[in-house]
Each structure stands twice: as C-alpha cells, then as structure tokens.
C-alpha cells in the first residue's frame, strides 16, 4: 500500500510540475490575453487616476470580468512607472507601462523603448489651465443647478448600479452632476468606445487643414493591387469597410487579440482580408477605429506632432485638462478604445458635439461634420452614423418617443454613454461599470432628462 501511495504520489508530483512548466513555457492565448488585460486596466487607473491598484484589480477586473480572471495577480512598480499581471502568480505576465501624457502601454520584451520620452514631449507640448472653482463650467469647473434636473440624476433608480459619475448640460452649462462612492469631478473615467467619436472629430480636424477626405481611397500600402484600396476613408468612418474582423469579447477573437497581444493594432486590423463589398454591409468593428488612427496620423512627417496633435488641437481649445488617449506600444493611438477624461471633461467634448463644430466662436470642426456624424447609413439600417456614432441605444431610435429626430449616442462597454440632442442643447453624459448583464436602460434616465429639459 505505502508503495503504491508512493507511486501516486510521484505521478501528481510530475503531473504537477508538468502543468507548472506548461503554463509558464506555452502559457495559453486566453491566459495572456487575461492578464494583458488585467495589467492594462490597472495601470491606467493607478497612473491616470490614482486608484488603489488592489481595488481595480477586484473590482474593475476580476468582478466583471472572465471568471479566470480571479487567478490573476498583479504587482505596481512605482520606480518605473509599470504594472504586472500574472495568473497563479508566475504564469503568463504581462506588463503594462505609463508614460506621461500618453497613459499606459501593453509591452513585451523590450518594446516599451519605443515610447521613452514621447510621452514627456506630449504632455509638455501644451499647457492647459487649471479649471476656476468659482467660474461656472466650461471656463470653470462650477454646475449652475437645475433642481429638477439634479434630482434626476441622484435617484438611484435612473443614475443605475455601477454609476460613477452623470453629468448633464443644458443650453451651455452643467446643470447637473453626481458621483459614485470614490469618484469625483477629478476622476479620470476610460470611456471605452466613446473615444471613437473623439477620433472621428479628430479625423474632422484633419479634414478641415485639408489633409484628408472622406472619399480617399488606396488608404494602406499593402492593399494596393487588391480590392481593398476601393475601401474609402468614409467606409472605414461608417463602419462598412467590408474588412473582416471579430467583434466578439470574452475569449480570443480578433478584438481581444488585437487589443492584448498585438504591439501594432492598426496593422492587425489591416491585415484582414475582405468579406463584403466595401460600402455595402455594416460591421461595427474596433479593429477599423484603430487603423482610422493610424491613418490621420500618418497625414504627419513628424511622429512627434501627430502624438502632440489631440492635446493641441483639440482637447486644449475645449479646456480639457484631464484627457489623456493612450497608445499601443508602436505608438499609434488606441483611437476604439483608450481615452481617459473626468465627466466635466467629457460633456466639455459633447459641448462642442452640441454647437456643431464650433467652440467659444472658432471653429474646431468643418462646417457640417458633426450633422454628416450623425447622418444614418443604409449599411447600418439607420442604426449607425456615418461617423463613429450611433443613432439607436438599447433599440431605441432617434426621432421616437421622448428622443427629438436629431438625437445621437457615443457608447461604450459597460456602460459608457453620451446622449446629445443639439435641437435641445442637451447633452447627458453617463459613466459607469456596469456589464450590460445587469439589465440597465440608460434610456430611462435619457428620457426623463429630455422631458425635464424640454
């Protein structure tokens, strides 16, 4: 019996060592996308938003998130500014880094050298003044309340479980804002696939200085010679670039992949091959925002200007002091994804949504951009603009119910969202952790708004 117990005992022992030596040899892709992840999100908001690292890992990553996502550990090295994720402890890490000015950074081996220094140039490119307490918004950081409007947004019914910080503008000012525990106007908040509108604007910028056209085509190099350099620069807008691309999260897909373990995510997206007609199907696809901004800052000789150009261009005239877009570890802003602001910061943006383009009396984008923004395509059924908005929130339609014709949405995952109705000059920013599991209808608060405001 001892020599059998011993036996088996030997064979769990290998077996043991076995699975060891193979997760941190041949550690799975589900298992580096995780912790790519896992180090991503807490970086950004140790760095960015002083969070305790151990609270975004529990309650930013793990509750949300992949249940294998509870093995993951993570380690912060102040000193040089990274975080480093590890399931188990040793397997799979993957490590993180923050550069001011450009937020963190997904890095391997050594590709974080790229970015040394870059992110110091951006930051200090342009200086922004510090928000008055005292001036109302958006010269200052003070809300002019409307009570009915306030109360609204503090009933905990409407505001939704997971809210972190609502803010409201009407007619110009905020009327309105509220904060979950351990937020405040301070906050730096990741709104996720918002920032693809912020890229579109961008892109509008571009568009005004003469530097790029919605009917460009022959965008990429290595498309030349094949179908896709019919695929113009307001396909990719539209979202109907016909590229292939998987939007799927929760294992590996293209959008996972892409986001975790890809240095070069413009280039990941372009190589897809095609699978639709450029022009004839919808698809919304992360992929395509990325390599969007790839495109606009390739319109610069100078890699430097193109990082310094969102800071200067546009989140400077509009006061945004707290906004940060992050990049990817070849330097390319992660424009589907990765923008960091506070709420006053983010309707500050929606601000300049509502007046068309213009802010304080100049002009930032094309006269018309933001209406071809929310102009509906045949593509999307309606559904989506032609501009990296939506024009349907939790099937709600613009021109329904509460919600004016000219209504559109920016939206992002677990629960990021912006309402704008320029008719109204009423913007409603919500943002949030709050998995679209829960069941929450942003929809309920947007249409109380809008009948208070109306």
Known sequence: MKG?????????VAAAAG???WLALFPPELLKVGDGYAAKIVCSNVFLAGRDPQEVLAVDVQAPGHPLLKLVSVSVDRDDKSVTAR????????????????????VSGGSAEALAGAGRAVDAATEIAAHDPARSWP???????????????????????????????????????????GFDRDTPLLGWSMTKSVTAAIIGRRIAQGRMNPADAGLVAH??????????????????SGLAFNEDYGDVTDVTRMLYLESDMAGFAASKTLEAAPGTTFSYSTGTTNLLSSLWMRTFDDPAEALAYPRRELFAPLGMTSAVMEVDASGTFVGSSYMYATAQDWARFAELLLEGGNWKGKRILPEGFVAFMRTPTEASGGDYGSAQVWLTENGIRAGTGSFPPDTFWMLGHDGQAIMLVPSLKLAVVRLGLTPSRLGYDVQRLNAKVIDAAD
């Not at 059998?4 to 769990?12: D, E, H």
């Not at 003070?142 to 803010?167: C, F, N, S």
């Open 4 to 12: 059998s117990l011993k036996k088996l005992g030997g064979v769990v």
């Open 19 to 21: 699975l060891i030596g």
């Open 87 to 106: 399931f188990f402890g040793f397997a799979a890490p993957a490590r993180a880094v923050y550069q001011p000015g450009l937020g963190c950074t997904n």
């Open 139 to 181: 010269e200052g950081s003070k809300a002019d309340i409307d009570p009915a409007i306030q109360t609204l947004v503090e009933d905990p019914a409407l505001a939704g479980p997971g809210m972190r910080a609502i803010a409201v503008v009407k007619d110009g000012r905020l009327v309105a804002e509220t904060y979950g525990p």
């Open 223 to 240: 498309w030349k010679g094949d179908e896709r350099a019919q695929i113009r620069l307001a396909d990719l807008l539209a979202m109907q």
